[in-house]
């Protein structure tokens, strides 16, 4: 069972990329903090939280710029150093988290992060058994293998589905929010279905 850091978590917000549990994610690092961040989470527990920049706060404070609170907790699966002193990353979603207050700044954030419980259910259970067969099916229309959707978790097929289906950054955010993983896929089935001129979250997005 995955437990909740015991220190503070180097915080990564990033716009537009929301990340989701059991999934992957690849990442550049180029900015100097970002780099200092990858070296020192490469000498502890290689763990960083993403979360998702909140539209146009980059312009009122570069240095760190405002972010959503609700994340996820990731960890460092490949690390590629390169001859430019940057870094390409393979991360892979823990657990969804909740961040908390800020406790450094300099020369990258860190906070103190809470893992949010998720409803349970079972694999066996017909009623997930029956979910599973359409997002088998909504999984290979976004363009993923057939056989990789099926030795997948529901959870992590889900979460996958989530990351590739056609939503704005805030939807999808929603999708993270879900504590029922069969709410989560239902939802994302909805939005994969939508007609392209619905309004969507982020359309009212003021600042």
Known sequence: MLHAPKRP??????????????AVLPVHIFEMR???MVRDALSGERQIVMTLLRPGRERDDPGS???????????????EWLPNDCYDLRLLGLARAQVGPVVR??????????????????????????????????????GGEGEAGRALPYEALVNTVCMA??????????????????????????????PKDEPRAGDGERN
């Open 165 to 194: 289906v056609p939503a704005d950054p805030l939807e999808k955010l929603q999708l993270l929010g879900l504590d029922s993983v069969l709410e989560r896929g239902r939802r994302a089935c909805e939005l994969a279905r939508r």
């Open 9 to 22: 978590v180097p915080v990564f917000p990033l716009p537009g990329v929301v990340l989701f549990p059991h």
């Open 65 to 79: 710029p405002d972010f959503y609170p609700t994340g996820c907790l990731a960890r460092f699966e490949d690390v």
């Open 105 to 142: 700044e300099y020369p990258y954030r860190t906070a103190r992060v809470e893992l949010l419980p998720q409803e349970p259910y079972s694999e066996d259970d017909p009623l997930v058994q029956s979910e599973r067969h359409v997002m088998l099916e909504l999984f290979r229309g976004l």
């Open 34 to 36: 970002h780099r200092t």
